[in-house]
């Protein structure tokens, strides 16, 4: 099978992408028990004893080019600050999504996720060549919607009763979407915000 998304290091602005892999775990736990994430009920943070098999998921999905996933680590540390994934690879459409993503809570509300998404997209867009990169998420996660919204990505719609919760709820899910033609103004957009960090 020839694999769309290919092993990949991505870096920028402090912040270093990398292939997620079982040595990542206690990282993983550290960045979710900041915040202790994995008591939100509209996201999929792994509860400690859990992280081993969120990982084990992930390579597996891995392997068979459903989902690639990349710890996202500081480099002045090399501290485990998140996660997050291209998944959904449809590569006879050249189409991806961006998603499995969250941080550590003391890493949420600064440059890391703006980094991380403009790495991201200049890699499908730029090095993959996709036609169209998407997003979901919960329809009560409003926090990711307004940050799906503040990259310039458009609202597709809503999947009625869509994805089964970790509480046993059925969600529904909103679907965003890019396509390569906004994506020379999104770069933009996203470079624009990053210096308003500086």
Known sequence: MTTFVKSVTLSANGVTMIPLEAAHEAGLKAAAADGELWQLRVTSVPEPEATADYI?????????GERFALAVIEQTTGNVLGTTSYHDILPAVKRLEIGYTWYAKSAQRTHVNTTCKLLMLSHAFDVLNCHVV???????????????????????GVIRGHH???????????MYSLRQGEWPEVRAHLNYLLSCYR
């Open 164 to 174: 089964m919760r970790r509480d046993g709820t059925i969600r529904d899910t909103v």
């Open 134 to 156: 998407g997003w979901r998420t919960d329809n009560y996660n409003y926090a990711s919607q307004r940050a799906i919204e503040r990259l310039g990505a458009k609202k597709d």
């Open 56 to 64: 084990n998921a992930a390579l597996r999905a891995r392997e068979a």
